[in-house]
């Protein structure tokens, strides 16, 4: 397994490097050079970068583990963990190992003089006021997404992390995934030609609902975060701000407009985030970002479809399609042309009725198959501008803008109308 990880690492910086040899690329994607170059470090290779992992639950565990997989190799040490919940606090001692520091105050943690950065991976709602003092306290952070539960809050926290000079890294991972990377590069090349609309979906059959020990009310919302408005905003901030991001990403720019609807119609178990939710993004140069998510069918699944003049992209399965594909070869064209006479459906009412059908088209691949974690890379980066002192300022400005956007995607659809906003 380590083999064959190395193996696919070094294909990810040979391919990194071909795509960062572009000026647009390094324009639109500068955090790639945390792989294809080094820089002026603060703290040199044989000086440990010391972490702390504030919120070890389900992620924070995840990113625990995700570290353990490098730090020898990164020269990197997880100082301490904190959480205020018992179980997560001793699973995460148990997992971190001998000699880690625990901690139920995240104030106590702050207070370790050699610490340079932390992780956090609390409950959204917590995610500001902690950051606020970790970027005060003289720590740089990675923080996980979405930034903050309010605008207020989101703001607060960026604008500490500008004053205070320290390194304030959202957890949109797909910036940092290979496919996702080479997608941008071909979308920003003219690949797809003009990008006039954008699908993005995510679909689950889960109600998000964990079980509370001994059903003990004191804990439902401490354990159910995600279902209560005053710490949540349900679909909209959980998924929808991964895909937000992705959007803004392609086009370059935030949105200028959102409308939506959502409701529960199906989880009527006492929640106050909806269930599913449906809205429209307008974009400046007149693209639209149609988005839809529910948790009652997973059919679908998740998925990022850009569409453009020339071509279509689907980045969660790696493949691209032209619009005008080559026919296929001899007998292959026969079976298709049969098939078709077969089965499609001959209109009663006349040409007029005749619909359009998609494209038979399997496509190509966008990229290679690589067997990367986009977690461990987005977490290995963050070690490397720790180690330098300071990370691009895209990284930030993304989670921003996207967290900013999905709460006004949740105010369009509390309101009921056409939500404008200019960042």
């Known amino acids: 397994m380590e083999e064959m990880n190395s193996q696919s690492r070094r294909e990810f910086i040979k391919k990194i490097s071909v795509i960062s040899g572009s000026a647009l690329v390094l324009t639109s994607m500068p955090w790639l050079n945390a792989y294809v170059k080094g820089g002026n470090a603060v703290k040199s290779a044989s000086d440990k970068v010391r972490l702390g992992i504030i919120g070890v639950g389900d992620r924070g565990s995840l990113l625990l583990l995700t570290m353990q997989q490098f730090m020898a190799d990164a020269n990197v040490e997880i100082t301490a963990v904190c959480d205020n919940y018992q179980p997560n606090y001793e699973k995460a001692l148990q997992i971190a190992g001998?000699?880690?520091?625990?901690?139920?105050?995240?104030?106590?943690?702050?207070?370790?003089?050699?610490?340079?950065a932390v992780i956090i991976a609390t409950p959204l709602h917590e995610h500001a006021h902690i950051a606020v003092d970790a970027l005060n306290a003289g720590k740089h952070v990675f923080c996980e997404?979405?930034?903050a539960r309010t605008i207020s809050d989101t703001k607060l926290m960026y604008d500490t992390h500008t004053a205070s000079g320290k390194i304030l890294q959202i957890g949109h991972q797909r910036m940092f995934d290979p496919v996702y990377l080479e997608a941008i590069d071909r979308i920003k090349k003219g690949e797809l030609g003009k990008i006039t609309q954008m699908r993005m979906f995510w679909h689950r059959n889960n109600n998000w609902r964990r079980k509370v020990p001994g059903n003990?009310?004191?804990?439902?919302?401490?354990?159910?975060?995600?279902?209560?408005?005053?710490?949540?905003?349900?679909?909209?901030?959980?998924?929808?701000?991964?895909?937000?991001?992705?959007?803004?990403w392609i086009i370059g720019e935030a949105p200028v407009s959102v409308m939506g609807a959502g409701s529960i119609n199906y989880w009527n178990d006492g929640r106050e985030v909806y269930d599913n939710v449906a809205l429209v993004y307008s974009y400046a140069n007149g693209t639209q970002l149609i988005y839809d998510s529910v948790i009652s069918n997973k059919h679908y699944g998740c998925e990022e479809q850009?569409?453009?003049?020339k071509g279509t992209m689907e980045l969660e399965i790696n493949k691209v399609y032209s619009e005008?594909?080559?026919?296929?070869?001899?007998?292959?064209?026969?079976?298709?042309?049969?098939?078709?006479?077969?089965?499609?459906?001959?209109?009663?009412?006349?040409?007029?009725?005749?619909?359009?059908?998609?494209?038979?088209?399997?496509?190509?691949?966008?990229?290679?198959?690589?067997?990367?974690?986009?977690?461990?890379?987005?977490?290995?980066?963050?070690?490397?501008?720790?180690?330098?002192?300071k990370a691009p300022e895209e990284l930030t400005l993304e989670g921003y803008k996207a967290t900013i956007w999905s709460l006004l995607g949740e105010q369009a659809i509390i309101e009921g109308k056409k939500i404008e906003y200019k960042i």
Do not use: C
């Open 98 to 116: 001998k000699g880690v520091k625990g901690f139920y105050d995240y104030r106590r943690l702050l207070e370790i003089k050699d610490l340079d």
């Open 145 to 147: 997404k979405s930034m």
């Open 216 to 248: 003990d009310p004191l804990l439902e919302k401490k354990i159910n975060w995600r279902l209560y408005k005053e710490y949540s905003a349900g679909l909209m901030t959980e998924l929808a701000s991964h895909q937000i991001q992705i959007a803004n």
């Open 306 to 309: 850009i569409l453009g003049d």
């Open 324 to 389: 005008n594909p080559p026919k296929s070869p001899g007998i292959q064209q026969l079976i298709t042309d049969i098939e078709k006479d077969i089965f499609d459906t001959i209109p009663i009412g006349g040409a007029t009725w005749i619909p359009e059908v998609g494209i038979r088209d399997k496509g190509e691949f966008i990229s290679g198959k690589y067997k990367m974690d986009e977690v461990q890379l987005q977490l290995e980066a963050f070690v490397k501008y720790v180690r330098d002192g």
